[in-house]
């Protein structure tokens, strides 16, 4: 199949600050066969106004009158796709044009699952740009690399639902953080995976970003899923690399909040990396330069 139709998810809730722009740049794309799910999760804001200022067919619009978490969100659209093919963005990430015209070898091979790419980042506060891999992403069996250095960014992968209907569950709905990661490392345990070293999506980050707002979240969230999935052998051949990040992201969300001679130990006894280095800074730091630091 040449150009199949690439099923494009965005979530919302309350997204109207960037919505437009986003929007904007899937309408922009140089590749013509697609559509939008735009999955409204009970906005309160001007989304639904912003999302119907555009006039194209293959914008559609589905209401969720009570709000639900966002992976149960995320399957939810999911269900109303069309395509062979399924995309996300979220409202405050925007795409380059060629985002989904760079993919037609992915389309094209079916033993790949599942196809993503370099990004920028861009610091809404400062308008600055930052590459997110200056090194060659890896593809083929990549569980290993992912577990060790994650470099996956939601807005940048395309997934072949054939793939997605494979699994138990798709994403898990019980997640408001992490569901992602979750579901990107059981795609990538058994199934090839295909990389772009060109970036070709914008991950903003701003003050509102949920995940940056909600650390004590992540770290359940993660510790949750850590209990469940290292009983799996793969998971467990990488037990201490999951481990560390735990004690990484317990460390990070209480010094967050406070600074005590427990959490210094607990640095003290971290693994020996750039993250200790960096957990080290943080711990001298003035407690204004933190607050500054996380908004």
């Given at each position: ?84 093919f ?46 997110f891999?200056?090194?060659k992403l ?5 569980f ?8 996956v ?9 054939s ?22 490392l ?6 090839l ?82 993250d200790k280095?960096?957990l ?16």
């Amino acid at each position: 199949m040449k150009n199949p139709l690439v099923s494009i998810i965005m979530n919302c809730h309350n997204g109207e600050k960037f919505l437009h722009e986003s929007l904007k740049s899937v309408l922009s794309q140089n590749y013509n066969n697609w559509e939008l799910i735009f999955f409204d999760n009970s906005s309160t804001d001007k989304s639904r106004k912003i999302f119907n200022s555009f006039n194209d067919s293959r914008f559609k619009y589905f209401y969720n009158q009570n709000k639900i978490n966002l992976y149960d969100a995320r399957n939810k659209a999911i269900i109303k796709t069309k395509g062979d093919f399924v995309a996300f963005i979220d409202v405050d990430d925007w795409w380059e044009k060629n985002n989904l015209s760079s993919r037609k070898d992915f389309f094209i091979d079916p033993k790949f699952s599942f196809s993503y790419s370099n990004c920028y980042y861009f610091f809404e506060k400062n308008k600055k740009k930052k590459l997110f891999s200056n090194n060659k992403l890896p593809s083929g069996y990549i569980f290993n690399n992912l577990s060790e250095n994650y470099q996956v960014n939601l807005s940048s992968i395309i997934i072949r639902k054939s793939f997605l209907f494979d699994l138990p569950y798709i994403f898990n709905k019980n997640y408001n953080v992490i569901g992602d990661f979750d579901l990107i490392l059981r795609l990538s345990e058994k199934n090839l995976v295909h990389s772009i070293n060109v970036p070709l999506v914008n991950i903003r980050y701003h003050n509102e970003n949920f995940s940056r707002l909600n650390r004590d979240l992540f770290y359940k969230e993660y510790k949750n899923w850590y209990s469940k999935v290292i009983k799996f052998k793969n998971y467990r051949n990488n037990k201490k690399i999951f481990l560390k990040k735990l004690k990484y992201l317990e460390i990070i969300k209480d010094l967050i909040k406070f600074k005590s001679l427990k959490i210094f130990i607990k640095i003290v006894y971290y693994p020996f990396c750039f993250d200790k280095i960096k957990l080290f800074i943080i711990f001298f730091s003035p407690r204004y330069f933190l607050k500054v630091f996380y908004k």
